[in-house]
């Protein structure tokens, strides 16, 4: 039986083998990824686990907040959009290593319901001087909704290894 890590209600997707490597990246270049369900139940055992406020946790609750019903944790939404990366077209060599994180913004509340799917754009490409056989990829991340309104952006940098030892 797959697992199903009680946030999700999906069962764990094996990622694609066809990694890529420093330069196979180039600025401009998008990825996308499949879609993911978020229905409310996950949103509360998500809360209860990691984020237990009130509108993330009761519907009565959270119809009396900014929220007006409600709505998954930020940090929820974090979780699904790695989730969708892992699982999507991005899939750098040795897996998605965050070497930091910018920004990450959450412009709409993620909604029971709702069906989520994210496009990256690189942003940037930095071989490493100290460690030439890596480097790091800048890329921008969005996640939407069914609707195309983005429910999260973030611009992480990730270490990215390089097929070749610059000259």
């Known amino acids: 039986m797959p697992l199903m890590p009680p946030w999700s209600g999906d069962a764990i997707k094996i990622p ?43 519907d009565t609750a959270a119809r009396n907040t900014l929220f007006k019903g409600l709505a998954a944790s930020g940090w929820h939404t974090a ?5 969708l990366l892992v699982e999507g077209d991005l899939n750098p060599a040795g897996g998605l290593i965050g070497a930091g994180l910018d920004e990450i913004l959450w412009p709409l509340p993620v909604r029971p319901g709702d069906e989520l799917h ?21 890329v921008r991340t969005t996640t939407y909704n069914q609707h195309d309104q983005p429910v999260q952006v973030s611009v992480a940098n990730l270490l990215v290894p390089a097929r070749n030892q610059a000259d």
């Open 118 to 138: 994210v496009v990256c754009e690189i942003l940037a490409l930095r071989r490493s001087k100290s460690r030439p056989m890596q480097g790091i990829v800048k």
């Open 79 to 83: 979780a699904l959009s790695m989730r």
């Open 16 to 58: 694609p083998m066809n990694e890529r490597y420093l330069e196979d990246y180039a600025v401009g270049q998008t990825f996308g990824s499949g879609r993911l369900r978020v229905d409310a139940e996950a949103i509360r055992a998500f809360a209860a686990a990691y984020d237990p406020q009130p509108f993330h946790l009761d």
